[in-house]
């Protein structure tokens, strides 16, 4: 690990400008992944800006009847959370399928939506990597591809995204809160916030430099049949190859978005209308335009299964 400097900001406005002031400066929560990058030399912050005394830990209900998520709140916490657990059962679901305990103690919403791609050949600083060195390459087309994107992807990435808990705020429609370096607040659906890779895969998301989250925010709750559903290569503490993570009403209607198959938690509108006439017509549109390579293609057919594992399950 390089060396870096580190301080303790006093205010999320301190905090967002110090980050701006200093492009090779990262944020530091509960440093689960980010810690791991610098040790392999991935991410190489010379200055690190804690920002767990910021008191962003807070679940709140808002004025509209929905819950404000603070940033810094706890993987664990959340999940466990009686309000999210009754009206948001989607959201701890997901939170429970995607790490271990000892993980979730540590890690911070804001953290979960950051984090990066587990792609291996991100890892390895020995291949080209274009999210990593842009410009470089892509190993992983044509390389093994099996964990790599099938739909939403590029010439210059195939990388996924990694997170559990994104695909329940995608379902969810979050809006992610921020503050800039100028102190100005930003509020961003959660729809808009991932960039696909195009030709600029390390780009990730539409943070402007400085700008931090500050909480995110679910609507009021949805009823109906909350359910998340990941199929891996183990029981336990691995990354989807397949994840559905599913709100459907006993009408058959719903919401749907998948991950393990694209650079963003993927959810496609336009075909949760099909919902109610089964997961084949519904995965068509999920996975229309997809790409995959010879070793992933099982994860078209994969979607179909495990959407219509979902719907089985949501009609009893």
């Not at 559905?244 to 694209?262: E, N, S, T, W």
């Not at 084949?280 to 057919?301: C, D, H, I, W, Y």
């Amino acid at each position: 690990m390089r060396a870096f400097t580190f301080e303790r900001p006093s205010t999320i406005k301190a905090a967002a400008k110090a980050a701006a002031a200093n492009p090779e400066a990262k944020f530091i929560a509960g440093g689960t992944n980010l810690l791991d990058l610098m040790k392999l030399e991935i991410e190489t912050p010379t200055h690190l800006i804690d920002v767990n005394g910021l008191g962003m830990d807070k679940i709140e209900p808002t004025t509209e009847g929905g819950v404000r998520i603070g940033a810094l709140v706890r993987n664990t916490d959340l999940a466990a959370n009686e309000t999210i657990r009754r009206d948001y059962g989607l959201l701890s679901r997901a939170l429970v399928a995607g790490a271990s305990g000892q993980l979730r103690n540590k890690a911070t919403t804001a953290g979960n939506l950051l984090q990066r791609t587990r792609c291996p050949y991100f890892y390895d600083t020995n291949q080209p990597c274009n999210k990593r060195q842009p410009g470089s390459g892509c190993s992983a087309i044509g390389g093994f591809s099996r964990q790599h994107a099938v739909v939403g992807a590029s010439e210059s990435c195939i990388a996924t995204h990694p997170s559990d808990m994104a695909i329940a705020m995608r379902v969810l429609d979050a809006v992610v809160e921020t503050v800039k370096a100028g102190g100005e607040a930003r509020s961003i659906p959660i729809a808009e916030f991932y960039r696909l890779p195009g030709d600029t895969p390390h780009i990730e998301n539409v943070l402007e430099r400085g700008e931090i989250i500050t909480s995110v925010v679910l609507p009021p709750p949805l009823g109906g049949k909350h359910i998340y559903r990941k199929v891996r290569d183990r029981a336990s503490y691995a990354f989807a190859l397949v994840s559905v993570g599913a709100i459907i009403q006993p009408d058959g209607k719903g919401r749907v978005a998948l991950g393990g198959v694209a650079h963003e938690p993927w959810r496609v509108e336009d075909a949760e209308a099909d919902l109610p006439n089964g997961a084949k017509v519904v995965a068509s549109g999920l996975m229309a335009g997809s790409r995959p390579t010879e070793q992933n293609r099982f994860k078209v057919e994969l979607v179909e299964r495990t959407l219509g594992a979902v719907i089985a399950e949501a009609r009893g």
